[in-house]
């Protein structure tokens, strides 16, 4: 079956501009995450929605990054004003949700974003 | 100190080798505990879960150690298709939530 998509795959942009980062989740499951990777670090929560609850946006590193799920399914990871720091990888990953012992979540090949 | 540290390697092994990787993590009521696998420029990916009592998938071992809160890894028989990124992943409570916690992980390459 489908798996997690995300798009673009590859985002090069200027310093200052605005980007858009979309992620499909896999149909049926309820709950999504965002997460940057940066070279050669570990994965850093971003965010994270489930089902129609408030979304978990403890690990947004500023109030220039947002998301948003539509319909309980698309999700959009905007970057305001970029800047040369936001330069990584950003995974979507989705799981079916909050089932014990069924945590495990699948990414999405990633974008990345390069900020010049 | 970071909630999840691991060793970052590089595990440089032959092939047959035995190779353990350890990763402590800060919170002590952390209650679940995975390793993922990411191969180079790919997305990570569940290796296995880590149950209290240890557990076996083939080759590969996990164990918990909540007394000194650290979890482990230990491939037998390495191939050199195990070469990759091994992400220690934990889920710091049990509150109803799924924030998992990433390791900045271990590179292991095994070598003919």
């Known amino acids: 079956g489908a798996g997690v998509s995300q798009s673009p795959s590859n985002k090069v942009t200027e310093k200052g501009k605005d980007v858009e980062l979309r992620c499909d989740p896999i149909?049926?499951?309820?709950?999504l995450y965002w997460y940057r990777q940066s070279l050669g670090q570990g994965l850093e929560f971003l965010i994270y929605?489930?089902?129609?609850?408030?979304?978990?946006k403890s690990g947004l590193p500023s109030d220039r990054f947002s998301a948003e799920r539509t319909g309980g399914s698309v999700s959009t990871l905007t970057i305001q004003r970029t800047q040369q720091e936001d330069s990584a990888v950003y995974l979507c990953?989705?799981?079916?949700?909050?089932?014990?012992?069924?945590?495990?979540?699948?990414f999405g090949p990633g974008t990345r974003l390069t900020v010049t | 100190r970071k909630e999840v540290e691991q060793d970052p390697g590089p595990f440089n092994v032959p092939e047959g080798a035995t190779v353990a990787f350890n990763c402590t993590y800060s919170?002590?009521?952390?209650?679940?505990f995975f390793w993922y696998r990411q191969d180079c420029r790919k997305e990570p990916k569940l290796l296995m879960s880590?149950?209290?009592s240890g557990n076996e998938d083939g080759r590969f071992t996990a164990q918990l150690n909540r007394a000194s809160q650290y979890i482990s890894l230990l491939i037998r028989d390495s191939k050199l298709s195990d070469s990759a990124t091994y992400l220690c992943?934990?889920?710091?409570?049990?509150?109803?939530?799924?924030?998992?916690?990433f390791g900045a992980g271990t590179r292991l390459a095994v070598h003919p």
């Open positions: 992943v934990v889920i710091p409570s049990s509150g109803g939530y799924n924030k998992l916690i």
């Open positions: 990953a989705s799981s079916l949700g909050w089932v014990p012992l069924s945590y495990e979540q699948y």
């Open positions: 880590v149950y209290s």
């Open positions: 149909s049926g499951h309820t709950a």
């Open positions: 919170n002590s009521a952390s209650q679940s």
């Open positions: 929605f489930q089902g129609n609850s408030a979304p978990d």
